[in-house]
């Protein structure tokens, strides 16, 4: 835990440095700093290490050491060096050729005999172990490659990794997120003795050591098997083949069953538990009975409440600041007993007791502080919602200022920026008269108005107020979803009004975001087994009526109780069903529902995500309510309840966009 910075020129050098409990192996391996790079220096590279297939290990393998790709997602690497694994499945590779920070380091084992008849060779075993910085490998790095490497590597990685090869690499504009990526992995899993781990290296996060242990088990079978013919590798990669409806082939390797398994966490669970041998290599696992899925995820507490031992609980609002602050950290509000809580991008705590922010700002808390945004010069701005205040906070993280603005004594709850740096709020539920305000930006002085511009919506909007706002990035709409009659949701041009409503339906709404093609998707918040419902607002037509999507699959939960909804760098949506505790999938260019293009991608039960904890028959998701994805494809989420309310998954989502002024929502950085 980190105290409060003093004010001074060199305050954000300072802040993005320093992180507590890192040790100097986290710092190097498992992201603890936040700097992107240790430098840039080209170096010769020298390591050790083990390829295992569960206990046995592999002769004869292949070991390639690579440098990731920069030319784009995928993008084929650099070989730096390579060498054989011995009778023992030792190697070692001396004098590989040099690379530089940006650049990550993965090393892969391909083919070998796993302790099975002289002459063997698997050719469906391709193993992973993701290293990190170029510079953080030397000659005392040792690395073992085995199953629970592999899936950590999937997990992490899988945002930026091809379907072909085990070629890993990003785009120019993102190599902060594929280090980060590399961080998660290294988060999870310790390379040097191939385990996974309990804790994170910062010693806030709990890590489902049993789930990852099982998956593991998972691959185990195959890996330790003749290769591509056995039984073994036949039923793991006809099982991890992905959902019918994206058409994709099976797998040929253990690396792309694990990337599948990563990425489709729902697709044949139970099949998949049943490749567990009776007795398997890692352990402790979850034991027989599968999960609701595959999905990973990392439980984070949200820091120290302003009584210097509570943890923070209840958060409200989640959002990453990707690049604009050159850190992707993540910013939390609402929290009970704390004010504006930031995590770095591998859930370290970077704030202080309390939070960061003014007195204001600290003790707004329980429930209080609302929606949280980042605009374009890197403010983190949030609401309060308390009926006496109705503030505005910017929190400046440089000087670590807050300036408060209160446009009159009502609630708020919502907040957005636009593309041009303009700040939009709106009243909470409940409040009364119902308003939708602005903040304007000028951006020749790089200041705010000191008194907001309020547009009143001639009585249109309900009083169940709107919770949450979002901008379309093309045209500067404003949309806010109304949690009254859920029949009207209102958006505004920022330079006409009145607002504009257009009707939906259901009970109640509450979150919306707008995909890459400008179209508007809206939740419903009705409880129940596929109760709630997605809603699609044509970007030709926004004021035309709505396309109504509904998960229908028999026994599951679904659409139960949705609140927000957050779109990665696919175009894919992930709306968070806080009724059914899960993570819903919805994919806009597979297939159809209800004769729409589209389809949810559920588990065989017809269930969300929710990823398991280490206790059997336990998810990590509880009442979820915000959620963003950040520059590795993380997908982070807070649930209402819990000591450690804060939940990054892992595999499902890819490298997003987080920030409005760093260009469109729905496509990769």
């Known amino acids: 835990m980190r105290t409060h910075p003093t004010k001074s020129p060199f ?50 393998s292949n070991i390639v050491l690579f440098a990731t790709g920069g030319s784009g997602y995928g993008s084929t690497g650099t070989v730096l060096g390579s060498a054989t694994s011995d009778s023992h499945g030792n190697f070692n590779i001396n004098g590989a050729i040099g690379c ?41 790095t040792t690395v073992i490659i085995n199953e629970v490497t592999t899936i950590a590597a999937a997990y992490a990685l899988n945002g930026f990794a091809s379907n072909t090869g085990v070629n890993i690499g990003t785009s120019s504009s993102n190599a902060t997120g594929l280090q980060h990526a590399f961080q998660n992995a290294n988060n999870i899993v310790n390379f040097s003795n191939g385990s996974a781990r309990s804790t994170t290296p910062a010693g806030n996060g709990t890590v489902p050591t049993n789930l990852i242990n099982s998956l593991a088990d998972i691959l185990e079978a195959c890996v330790n098997s003749s290769g591509t013919s056995s039984g073994s590798c036949t039923t793991l990669f ?30 044949n669970t139970a099949a998949l538990w049943g490749l567990i ?19 990973i995820g990392i439980t984070y507490t949200a820091g120290l409440g302003n009584d210097g031992s509570t943890p923070a609980t209840s958060p409200w609002g989640i ?35 309390g939070g960061w922010g003014n007195t204001a700002l600290q003790t707004a808390s329980g429930d209080s502080t609302r929606q949280v945004a980042v605009d374009n010069i890197g403010n983190i701005w949030t609401v309060d919602g308390l009926s006496s205040g109705g503030n505005i906070y910017r929190y400046n993280p440089s000087s670590t200022t807050t300036t408060v603005t209160t446009p009159g004594s009502v609630p708020l709850s919502g907040i957005a920026i636009d593309k041009n740096n303009n700040i939009w709020y709106s009243t909470a539920s409940g409040s009364g008269t119902q308003v939708f305000g602005q903040l304007a930006y000028n951006s020749g002085t790089h200041s705010f108005a000191a008194t907001p511009t309020v547009f009143p919506a001639s009585n249109v909007i309900a009083a169940g107020g709107v919770a949450n706002l979002t901008v379309d990035a093309t045209t500067n709409n404003v949309w806010g979803p109304s949690q009254g009659s859920g029949t009207a949701n209102y958006f505004l041009n920022p330079y006409s009004a009145p607002a504009t409503s257009v009707a939906t339906g259901g009970s109640s709404n509450f979150g919306a975001a707008i995909d890459k093609n400008g179209n508007t998707w809206i939740t419903n918040t009705t409880a129940g087994g596929n109760n ?43 709306l968070n069903a806080s009724g059914a505790n899960t993570v819903v999938e919805f994919d806009p260019a597979l297939g159809s529902t209800g ?47 819990g000591s450690q309310p804060v939940v990054q998954i892992l595999g499902l989502a890819a490298p997003t966009i987080a920030v409005l002024g760093n260009g469109t929502y729905g496509v990769k950085p």
């Open 277 to 295: 041998l009776g007795t398997p290599s890692f352990q402790p696992n979850l034991g027989s009975t599968a999960p609701n899925d595959l999905s």
């Open 319 to 353: 959002a990453a600041d990707g690049i604009i602050n050159g850190s992707d950290d993540i910013w939390i509000t609402g929290a009970t007993k704390a004010g504006l809580i930031e995590l770095n991008s591998v859930g370290a705590v970077l704030s202080p007791n």
């Open 11 to 60: 305050i954000k050098s300072l802040r993005r440095a320093a992180v507590a409990l890192c040790s100097i192996s986290a710092l190097l391996f498992a992201g603890c700093g936040t700097q992107p790079y240790s430098d840039n220096l080209t170096r010769s590279l020298a390591l050790k290490g083990t390829a295992f297939g569960g206990q046995p290990p592999v002769t004869g």
């Open 238 to 267: 006809t099982k991890t083949q992905p959902p019918a409806v994206t058409g994709i082939t099976p797998p040929i390797n253990t690396w792309q069953a694990a990337l599948n398994m990563a990425q489709y966490p729902g697709n």
């Open 532 to 574: 709630g419902s997605l809603y699609k607002v044509s970007h030709g037509n926004p004021s035309g009526t709505p396309i109504t999507y509904n998960a229908t699959a028999s026994g599951g939960l679904g659409l139960d109780g949705l609140q927000s909804v957050v779109i990665d760098g696919n175009n894919r949506l992930f």
């Open 595 to 641: 004769g729409q293009p589209g389809s949810f991608l559920l588990t065989s039960t017809g269930n969300g995500f929710n990823p398991s904890s280490n206790i059997p028959g336990t998810g990590v998701i509880s009442a979820n309510r915000s959620a963003t994805i950040d520059a590795s494809g993380a997908l982070w989420l807070v649930n209402t309840t």
């Open 100 to 140: 530089s920070d940006p650049q990550q380091v993965y090393i892969t084992a391909t083919g070998g005999n796993p302790g099975l008849t002289n002459g063997t060779n698997n050719n469906a075993l391709v193993l992973v172990a993701a290293l990190g910085n170029c510079s953080s490998v030397d000659s005392s």
